[in-house]
C-alpha cells in the first residue's frame, strides 16, 4: 500500500496523497491497483465435498458404469447433499480435467439410473449429452436388463416364476404397499426371479425387473411371505437380528446392453454385458450351503 502512494497511484481528491495525509468526511479516494493486488477467491463446488472413493466398473469417453456400495445416496436428499454417487462422479470428471462446471458448454454428467441407499450394485452415469439422451430412451424401451441378486427368507415355493402385483406408493413415509388386485393410484409390476440356491431357511434369488417401481423387489418378495434378508422396512426384524446382518442383502450385479434399434454412437455397447463379482452376501450363502 505504501508503495502506491509514493508512485501517486492513491489519489485524494484527485490530488497526490501523503502517508501522513488523513482522510475526512467527504473526501474521494480513487487507487489505480494492479488486479494481482487482490486476493482472488477461489472457487468451491459442492461436490469438492464428496469422497474420492469412486468403484468405476467399466469406463469410456461416453459412460461410466459404477458399483455404488450400500448406505450411499445415488442423488442427494434432505438427509445428505454432499456425499453422493453423482458427486463422487464430477469431482471425479473435475479432477481429471474432463467437467468443468464454469462452461457453458461442458456437459454435467448424470445418472442413467438409480438404486436405493441400502441396495449395492451397478449404475450408470453418462458423459455426454448424447449418450444421457439415448440410454434414456433404451431404459425407458426395456433395451437395457438389469439383474438383480438378493436372498430372501424362506424357500419359495417355485423355482422361477413371474411375480405380478399392484403398487401404491406412500410419498410421505417412503413406503410402498403391494396388492392383488388394482386399485386407485397403483401402478402394475412385474418381477421375473429365478432360484439358485438355497440353504438353512434361505434362498438365493436372482431377478430381472420387468418393471422398476421404487423399492419393488424388497416390496414384492415381501408380499407374498419372503422379505429379503436385512431389510427392516418391509422384512423382520426379529428374523434379521438372527441372522446378525445390518445391511439387506440385495445387489444390483449385472447389466446387458440389448439394443434392438440404433443407438448411435452407442452402438459399440451392443451385446455387451457387465458383472460384479465380488458380492459379499453371495459369498457368505456359499458358504453355508457348503457346511451343509
Not at 219 to 224: D, E, L, Y
Amino acid at each position: 500500500m505504501y508503495k502506491y502512494i509514493r508512485l501517486k497511484r492513491i489519489k485524494v481528491n484527485s490530488g497526490r496523497a501523503e502517508i501522513s495525509t488523513r482522510l475526512r468526511v467527504g473526501d474521494k479516494v480513487d487507487m489505480y491497483i494492479n488486479d494481482e493486488f487482490f486476493e482472488k477467491s477461489e472457487t468451491r463446488y459442492d461436490f469438492m465435498g464428496a469422497s474420492k472413493s469412486l468403484n468405476i466398473v467399466y469406463e469410456d469417453d461416453n459412460i461410466m458404469l459404477l458399483n455404488k456400495k450400500a448406505g450411499l445416496l445415488s442423488h442427494p436428499d434432505d438427509s445428505e447433499y454432499v456425499d453422493t454417487l453423482i458427486g463422487r462422479v464430477k469431482r471425479c470428471l473435475y479432477e481429471r480435467g474432463d467437467y468443468d462446471p464454469d462452461d457453458e458448454t461442458s456437459f454435467t454428467p448424470a445418472l442413467v439410473n438409480r438404486i436405493d441407499r441400502n441396495t449395492s450394485g451397478i449404475v450408470i452415469a453418462a458423459k455426454t449429452a448424447p449418450a444421457l439422451r439415448i440410454l434414456n430412451q433404451k431404459m425407458k424401451d426395456r433395451e437395457l436388463h438389469k439383474y438383480y441378486l438378493c436372498v430372501v427368507h424362506g424357500k419359495m415355493e417355485k423355482e422361477s416364476g413371474i411375480l405380478t402385483g399392484y403398487l401404491v406408493k406412500d410419498e410421505t413415509n417412503n413406503k410402498v404397499f403391494v396388492y392383488d388386485k388394482m386399485r386407485e393410484g397403483a401402478k402394475s409390476i412385474k418381477t421375473e426371479y429365478r432360484v439358485l440356491r438355497y440353504a438353512d431357511g434361505l434362498s438365493l434369488v436372482e431377478i430381472e425387473l420387468l418393471t422398476g417401481r421404487t423399492h419393488q423387489i424388497r416390496a414384492h418378495f415381501a408380499s407374498i411371505g419372503h422379505p429379503l434378508l436385512g431389510d427392516g422396512k418391509y422384512g423382520s426384524n426379529a428374523l434379521n437380528k438372527k441372522s446378525g446382518l445390518k445391511k439387506q442383502c440385495l445387489c444390483s450385479y449385472r447389466l446387458e446392453f440389448d439394443f434392438r434399434t440404433d443407438a448411435g454412437e452407442l452402438n459399440y455397447l451392443n451385446g455387451k454385458s457387465f458383472e460384479i463379482k465380488d458380492i459379499w452376501f453371495r459369498d457368505e450363502f456359499d458358504s453355508l450351503c457348503k457346511e451343509k
